[in-house]
């Protein structure tokens, strides 16, 4: 039971681990970098990343995170987590209020953003970008200190397990 809790425990700080650092590179380098852009770029960027996006690795990590820290606390619960569980038990709450804004902030945004359609003039691009940009870094920050936060709760949680265990 240690291993598969252990490999649980590992595989969710993984994943959150990615999660973060990808929210957090959108925060500090992608979104600054389209920020300087004109909305024509800044529009098409975010609509073939929002696009782009859509793929096993980014799914496999996403949904996949909740589950296997569910299991990570479920077998800690069962068997001895120790002082490991309250950190793998915040992770898991973190990465919810990640999941949770992505699921009801940041994906309608990019639904909305994909079908603006293409206005025939540049205010009407200046206007697509107006209604999404600024809602849509607000509410990414949020995910990736959300995301962070999980993985760094994570990450010590392995250090307690692996104390407690080894």
Request: some cysteine; charged content about 10%; glycine content about 10%.
């Given at each position: 039971?240690?291993?598969?809790?252990?490999?649980?425990?590992?595989?969710?700080?993984?994943?959150?681990?990615?999660?973060?650092?990808?929210?957090?590179?959108?925060?500090?380098?992608?979104?600054?970098?389209?920020?300087?852009?004109?909305?024509?770029?800044?529009?098409?960027?975010?609509?073939?990343?929002?696009?782009?996006?859509?793929?096993?690795?980014?799914?496999?990590?996403?949904?996949?995170?909740?589950?296997?820290?569910?299991?990570?606390?479920?077998?800690?619960?069962?068997?001895?987590?120790?002082?490991?569980?309250?950190?793998?038990?915040?992770?898991?709450?973190?990465?919810?209020?990640?999941?949770?804004?992505?699921?009801?902030?940041?994906?309608?945004?990019?639904?909305?953003?994909?079908?603006?359609?293409?206005?025939?003039?540049?205010?009407?691009?200046?206007?697509?970008?107006?209604?999404?940009?600024?809602?849509?870094?607000?509410w990414n920050?949020?995910?990736?200190?959300?995301?962070?936060?999980?993985?760094?709760?994570?990450?010590?949680?392995?250090?307690?397990?692996?104390?407690a265990t080894?």
């Amino acid at each position: 039971m240690r291993a598969l809790t252990t490999l649980a425990l590992l595989a969710g700080t993984v994943a959150t681990g990615l999660m973060a650092g990808l929210f957090a590179g959108f925060a500090y380098a992608v979104m600054p970098g389209l920020r300087r852009g004109d909305d024509h770029t800044f529009v098409t960027a975010m609509r073939r990343i929002n696009e782009a996006i859509l793929n096993g690795w980014f799914l496999g990590c996403f949904m996949g995170a909740p589950v296997v820290l569910a299991a990570a606390v479920a077998l800690q619960w069962a068997g001895d987590g120790g002082a490991a569980l309250p950190f793998t038990v915040a992770g898991l709450v973190l990465y919810l209020v990640m999941f949770a804004v992505t699921a009801a902030v940041n994906v309608p945004l990019n639904e909305r953003l994909a079908a603006a359609g293409e206005p025939d003039d540049a205010s009407g691009l200046a206007a697509i970008r107006e209604r999404f940009e600024s809602s849509w870094v607000a509410w990414n920050t949020v995910r990736a200190v959300a995301a962070t936060a999980a993985f760094g709760c994570l990450a010590w949680a392995l250090v307690l397990y692996g104390r407690a265990t080894g």
